[in-house]
């Protein structure tokens, strides 16, 4: 996601330097909007950036950020004028520049493989040059780099919940109860299907919102947000029901199950919560012309 914003809004010496190692994954980065106090609010972040001279010095904190403390380029959005989302600007922020800390590594319900921390800017002076795009466009590239997010993060529940399909499926061939397979149990074999159909309609719909996403359609931001939605909601049901149908044996770190439903909860919250993907079809829909 912030390789496609320094591709898209940056100038052709932002892109010659940034996007090669990024695009290559010998570096990485990380995307800086939530704060401590402004989550789905997100225009009303806090974290200042002073032009003096030929630097920004940017005073604030960012939390629950992927990868902080890990990667190497944190594009942080910041409040470069007055109150609301004009006065936020895009700045991207090297490690190792003065004044730029971590907070400590976060325990999460799940996710464990990828560390996030709070991203701390004290007197961090940045040049002008790592501006993306002008002062006042940083909100408008922030909700553009999250329609792309919210299909990313679409896209991992669909990996989740197709793998706990089959982990059930598997189980329901092995288990035996009262004298027989679990898979003779029409119960079972209902909540199943019903498991694969709302699969591949999860998986049309976030095909369908990234075409649009790619041919810049007008209700691009409208189908990321259903497809965020949707997919995020149906398939953690699934991820949970193939828990469920694993009995006891679901429960254990032993079975991966498990970990797809603690690893995909966290979707229904990242890149705008579900409640915010309401909104934002909603608005969209009343008006419309």
Known sequence: MCAWMIDTFGNTEQRERFCPDLCSMEKFA???LTEPGSGSDAASLLTTAQLKGDHYILNGSKAFISGGGDTDVYVVMCRTGGKGPKGISCLVVEKGTPGLSFGKKEKKVGWNSQPTRAVILEDCAVPVTNRLGEEGQG?????????????NIASCSLGAAHACVQLARDHLLVRKQFGETLSNNQFLQF???????KLV??????????TALQENRSDAASLCAMA??????????ICNQALQMHGGYGYLKDYAVQQFVRDIRVHQILEGTNEVMRMIVSRNLLTES
């Open 228 to 237: 965020k939605l949707f997919a995020t909601d149906e398939c953690f049901n």
């Open 201 to 210: 309609a999860s998986r049309l719909i976030v095909r369908e919102a990234a």
């Open 191 to 197: 909540k199943l299907a019903e498991m694969a159909t």
């Open 30 to 32: 990380s995307y800086c």
């Open 139 to 151: 909100f408008n590239i922030a909700m553009k780099g999250l329609n792309g997010g919210r299909i």
